[in-house]
């Protein structure tokens, strides 16, 4: 039974994402409100429980959105994630103040300052939550390439790929489940530079992946629109 209130497309999705091994990335798509981010939640909280080996690692684009990813990883009210087996990555220069209280124990800070926990400590969790960018702060701390047996890219159609490259170049192996999260037809990553733009820095992996063939015929074994 699952942990939240799924429809047949998204058990369809979670489903997926458990039978996956490895590559190509599995792609869940659709517009705003068709419950992208719920369907992770569900296929994580699934991992979780069902397989005691898996090591979770989730990106989302901006810190409001990998603290809604928390949020509703411990407080579903169905299973019980341990909080030593979770932890929200943040960054030194993000304020305090900005967590919310009930969700502050599950970081690492030291005189109100945000730090990476040693190795060792990271080594214990089980899920990870953190933006794109602050994931190379683990790759930094010396976890190894292939320590997560999934990768979860939530808001992967607004985020340009060179971010989306911080987790998978550094800790993707072949054998790593990688699953991407978004709404190609969205506004994409914002790019201020024209030279970026026009060496293509403007659109999204998501996006990119909409080009090859199993993506774009909408392969069910790839792809899942909500």
Not at 148 to 168: C, K, N
Not at 170 to 195: H, I, M, W, Y
């Amino acid at each position: 039974t699952p942990f939240t209130s799924l429809n047949q497309q998204q058990l369809q999705a979670v489903e997926k994402i458990l039978s996956s091994e490895g590559a190509p990335p599995y792609v869940i798509h659709g517009p705003p409100g068709t419950g992208k981010t719920v369907t992770l939640v569900e296929a994580i909280l699934e991992l979780y429980t069902t397989r005691k080996n898996t090591r979770i690692l989730v990106c989302a684009a901006s810190n409001s959105a990998a603290d809604y990813i928390l949020e509703k990883l411990v407080l579903n009210g169905i299973v019980e994630v341990k909080d030593k087996e979770i932890f929200r990555l943040n960054a030194t220069s993000r304020q305090y103040e900005d967590v919310r209280p009930d969700c502050i124990r599950f970081c690492y800070f030291e005189d109100s300052i945000f730090k990476c926990p040693p190795l060792e400590a990271l080594m214990c969790y089980r899920i990870i939550i953190s933006t794109y960018m602050s994931s190379s702060l683990l790759y930094a701390e010396g976890i190894s390439c292939g320590h997560f047996s999934h990768i979860f890219l939530d808001e992967a159609g607004q985020v340009s790929e060179p971010e989306t490259m911080v987790p998978m170049s550094n800790l993707c192996q072949r054998e790593t489940t990688v699953v991407l999260a978004g709404d190609p037809k969205q506004l994409g990553p914002v790019v201020f530079s024209r030279n970026a733009m026009t060496y293509g820095l403007g659109k999204s992996y998501l996006e990119r992946l909409f080009e090859c063939n199993y993506y774009s015929r909408g392969d069910p074994n790839f792809i899942t629109k909500l």
